[in-house]
C-alpha cells in the first residue's frame, strides 16, 4: 500500500512535479499567513531572514500547519520559494506593477532560486512512524535573458508571473526568458526530488512507497 503523501501547497507546478514521478498525493492548502509568519521570525531574530532560511521557515509553516488538520496522512510535504537577486529576496508579486518592476530588475542579471522543503511524519508507530519533522533547502543560480520592457509587458499581461516566487517560471511561459540554470531543474519548478527523496530516507521512507503508478 503507497506511503499517503499530503502536499501543502496550491502549485500546479509541484503537484504536476510529484504526478510526473508517479507519486499523487492529495492536495490540502495551507491557511498560513505567510508575511506575519516571516515578520515574528525577524523579529525574535532582530534582522532580515537570508533567502534559504525564509524558503524554509515558510515551507515549515505550511507543513505543520497542514499536518494539524490531516490526521489520515502519512506524510505531509511543505514548500516554499524564493527568489534572491542581488541583497533583496523576493516571492509573488503583489500587483502587475510589481512584476513589471521586478522583472526590470532581473533582466540581463542572474538569481538564486531558493525551495525550502519540510516534511511531517504522522505515521502510527507499529507503522513505522518516527513522530519527526525534517527540512532542507535547494538552491539553483538562474539566468535571465535581457527582455526589452515590450516582452515584459506582454509576459506579465499573461497573469504568470503574478502566481509564482519570483514572478518566473522555467517550465511554463516563463521558458523562453530563461538562459539557462546551474543547479536541480526542480529547485525552480518548486519542488526538488532528489532533496526530497533523502528527506523521506531520513524519516525511514522509501521514495519507492509512494508511487501510486510505476
Known amino acids: 500500500m503507497p506511503t499517503r503523501l ?8 509541484r503537484l504536476s512535479t510529484l504526478r510526473s514521478a508517479g507519486v499523487d498525493p492529495e492536495v490540502i492548502v495551507s491557511t498560513v499567513d505567510e508575511p506575519a ?19 524554509l521557515l515558510l515551507a515549515r509553516a505550511k507543513c505543520e500547519d497542514v499536518a ?23 516571492g509573488k508579486p503583489a500587483d502587475a ?16 532560486l531558493h525551495t525550502g522543503h519540510w516534511l511531517v511524519d504522522l505515521r502510527e508507530v507499529d507503522e513505522g512512524g518516527t513522530g519527526g519533522t525534517v527540512g532542507a533547502t535547494s538552491s539553483t543560480l538562474v539566468h ?6 515590450e516582452e515584459i509587458e506582454a509576459y506579465v499581461a499573461t497573469g504568470e508571473p ?7 517560471t ?42 501510486s503508478a510505476v
Do not use: K
Not at 535571465?144 to 520592457?149: P, R
Not at 503574478?162 to 518566473?168: D, I, N, P, S, T
Open 6 to 13: 499530503v502536499l501543502a501547497s496550491a502549485s500546479p507546478a
Open 37 to 55: 509568519v516571516q515578520a515574528a521570525a525577524e523579529q525574535e531574530a532582530g534582522q532580515p531572514l537570508e533567502a534559504p532560511d525564509l524558503a
Open 68 to 90: 494539524a488538520r490531516a490526521p489520515d496522512a502519512d506524510v505531509v510535504l511543505g514548500c516554499d520559494s524564493v527568489l534572491q537577486l542581488g541583497a533583496a529576496n523576493h
Open 97 to 112: 506593477a510589481e512584476a513589471i518592476s521586478r522583472w526590470q530588475q532581473m533582466r540581463g542579471r542572474s538569481g538564486i
Open 144 to 149: 535571465f535573458a535581457d527582455l526589452s520592457d
Open 162 to 168: 503574478l502566481r509564482v516566487a519570483g514572478a518566473f
Open 170 to 211: 522555467v517550465d511554463g511561459l516563463g521558458g523562453p526568458y530563461v538562459t539557462g540554470i546551474e543547479g536541480d531543474f526542480h529547485t525552480v519548478v518548486g519542488l526538488a526530488l532528489p532533496v526530497l527523496r533523502t528527506l523521506l530516507g531520513d524519516l525511514g521512507i522509501a521514495w519507492h512507497s509512494l508511487r
